[in-house]
């Protein structure tokens, strides 16, 4: 690091050098201009000097007997006086008899072929000017004796945009990713202990890929590597070799290399690799210089020894996207995908991010675990940090229950919306969710515990039944499939119990979707249908996204469609039927959110059962249910 500023200081004094010369040449053919550029009339002790006069070459042939002197320079410009004293200055064609004739009248007559002062540097400035922007030029491109060159005089000094220097950040700042974590500790442990490894003949991985989701904490996973063996960490991203410069990309990867070898052992980080690192191919041929930059990363990531100390750790959201080369042990020889926590992880990492808030005593942070099923770390930060602001506004003390249900709601549904709306549609709203809450309890066995129901509008619902999941669930049963698809068709069967066929409204938009999605799914993917079988007829193709209906013919795919019409059809009949059975007490929970908006998990259950009723707690689903709401 000091090395390198004492460089850069002396390449700012050869380019001052450099400048000054050029200046001082600038002024010295500028004074020769204005000083010298002709001759002009002084007063000297009270005498005039005359002005010279210009004499054409026909008036030297007429006025030869007039001429007193005469001194011919370079370029045939004579200059004299005449006998009567005045000066002149005449361009004429060298001619021995105008001479000879000149000097049998008494004249004296010179020439002077001796280049002056001026005339010289007038020769040279600009043959010197050029010598030393060439060699200006080819120092550059030699980089001097630190490398870089031409591309760090147009970039700057530090073209990366390179985070140097020790993190603070350890293991203890990261939560939620504890496999992850276990991953890296033998990178740790080589760093602080690499005689271990040598004694046993064991290479440390030279390179890491970290991949996952947006937020996941990849970033902050390897600072923590870095803090924790206290090692120097330098961080840059894929987009910052990128430059509308050719071979700039190439000449940053070589001083970003340069500079960790010069600090190794250390951390070289790369976040957003695939900005240079995706997958090259012969039909590639406008981004060349992105493959020259992928190809100098493989070969410094290949070049380097063992036992050099450097680990190369890069971050991307998109793997699939990078070259086969790339990923070859010897470069990243460890690849390791960090998933969204589970349940222990989310409330571990809400814990951590806890002790930067007043949290009240109110707050479960079990049950926001709960509710915050599919959030990433930086999710979860993002949401304590909307509830403390909501706390703020509220005049709170502490950052209250309600605070965060609130900016959960917000997040998952969007900002309140102070819509006029009409009385029908309100009502019709209560009733729609009334319908949702009132089948998601017939299934209590089966279908997550309901959290709240609300009218209250939200982003583009106008309300919602929202469900807590007892735990992280990978998988769903036939019986489990049937019961939300019935849930989800539950609001339009209840608009169609309470208001009739031809008042039906467009409220049900979402739901039908999210049923039509969880429909196929299970019919061309799970093999959950007996009339289509244990065929897979979604393929992922080449980008990881799912064509529906791919490698089945015209019949497969319209038998396809009858099916899933089929189940929904027969989702909505039992809907129905279970509204019809508790027609009475779905007019009762619908007139209560009428009367009170929201109304609380427990609130719902003594409605429909009566009284305080405990539940058999049934397992999650992946992700909390925000399907219900009327949109």
């Known amino acids: 690091m000091k090395n390198g500023k004492n460089n850069n200081f002396n390449k700012k004094d050869g380019s001052r050098f450099y400048l ?5 040449l600038f002024f010295v053919l500028g004074a020769r201009a204005l000083f010298f550029g002709g001759f002009r009339t002084e007063n ?3 005498d005039t000097v005359k002005a010279p006069i210009e004499l054409s070459f026909s008036d030297v042939l007429r006025r030869a007997d007039d001429i007193k002197t005469m001194e011919i320079g370079r370029n045939d410009v004579a200059t004299g006086k005449l006998k009567d004293g005045t000066p002149y200055h005449a361009t004429i064609t060298y001619n021995p008899e105008l001479l000879e004739k000149i000097s049998k009248n008494g004249a004296t007559v010179s020439i002077n072929n001796r280049d002056s002062f001026f ?3 007038a020769r040279w400035v600009p043959l010197l000017v050029g010598l030393l922007f060439l060699f200006w030029f080819l120092r550059l491109m030699r980089g001097g004796n630190n490398g870089g060159g031409i591309t760090r005089s147009l970039i700057g000094q530090n073209p990366t945009k390179i985070t140097t220097g020790k993190t603070k950040t350890t293991f203890n700042d990261v939560a939620g990713i504890d496999s992850e974590k276990q991953e890296l500790m033998e990178v740790v442990d080589f760093l602080k202990n690499k005689e271990k490894f040598k004694a046993l003949g064991a290479r440390v991985p030279r390179g890491i890929l970290l991949s996952g989701e947006p ?5 902050l996973l390897a600072r923590a590597v870095a803090g924790e063996a206290n090692v120097p960490f330098f961080a840059t ?9 050719v071979g700039l990309g190439v000449a940053k990867i070589k001083e970003i290399f340069e500079l960790a070898k010069r600090n190794a052992p250390c951390i070289l980080f790369i976040d957003e690799i695939d900005a240079i690192g995706q997958s090259r191919s012969k039909h590639s041929y406008n981004d ?13 990531m290949d070049g380097f020894a063992n036992d050099t100390g450097i680990i190369v750790i890069a971050a991307t959201n998109r793997p699939d996207m990078l070259d086969a080369a790339l990923l070859r042990p010897g470069r990243f020889d460890r690849q390791i995908n960090i998933e969204l926590p589970n349940l222990e992880g989310r409330r571990a990492i809400l814990d951590l991010h806890a002790k930067k808030f007043k949290i009240g005593e109110s707050v479960n942070m079990m049950d926001v675990a709960r509710g915050t099923t599919g959030f990433s770390g930086a999710d979860l930060e993002n949401l304590l940090n909307e509830a ?12 209250e229950q309600s605070d965060v249900e609130e900016a959960r709601d917000k997040i998952l549904m969007g900002p309140k919306k102070n819509r006029k709306m009409r009385p029908e549609d309100i009502k019709l709203t209560a009733y729609h969710e009334a319908g949702h809450a009132f089948v998601s309890l017939h299934y209590k066995d089966i279908t997550d515990p309901i959290h709240k129901a609300t009218i209250i509008p939200r982003g583009r619902a106008l309300g919602m039944v929202q469900h807590l999941p007892i735990d992280d669930k990978v998988s769903m049963t036939l019986d489990e499939v049937r019961a939300n698809l019935a849930v989800s068709l539950a609001g339009r069967a209840s608009e169609e119990l309470f208001f009739g066929a031809n008042k039906i409204t467009t409220g049900a938009e979402s739901d039908i979707a999210q049923a039509t999605r969880l429909a196929r799914y299970s019919i061309t993917t799970a093999g959950l249908s007996d009339k289509i079988g244990l065929v897979a007829i979604n393929q992922a193709n080449t980008f990881g996204q799912r064509i529906a209906l791919e490698n089945a013919s015209e019949k497969t795919a319209e038998l396809v469609d009858n099916e899933i019409r089929v189940w929904l059809d027969n989702a909505h009949k039992d809907a129905k039927s279970i509204l019809t059975k508790g027609k009475a007490t779905v007019d009762k929970l619908a007139k209560a959110l009428l009367d009170k908006e929201t109304l609380s998990g427990e609130e719902i259950k003594e409605i429909v059962f009566g009284k305080k009723a405990t539940t058999k ?8 249910k925000k399907s219900n709401a009327k949109k």
């Open 388 to 399: 403390a602001l909501h706390a703020v506004r509220s005049d709170h003390k502490v950052v």
């Open 119 to 121: 005339d010289v540097i």
């Open 20 to 24: 000054i010369v050029f200046i001082v």
């Open 288 to 300: 060349n210089d992105r493959e020259q930059t992928l190809n100098q990363l493989l070969i410094e």
């Open 215 to 219: 937020g996941t904490g990849k970033t």
């Open 237 to 245: 991203s894929g987009s910052d070799f990128s430059g509308i410069i």
């Open 617 to 624: 707690k049934a397992t999650a689903k992946p992700a909390s």
């Open 44 to 46: 000297l002790g009270g």
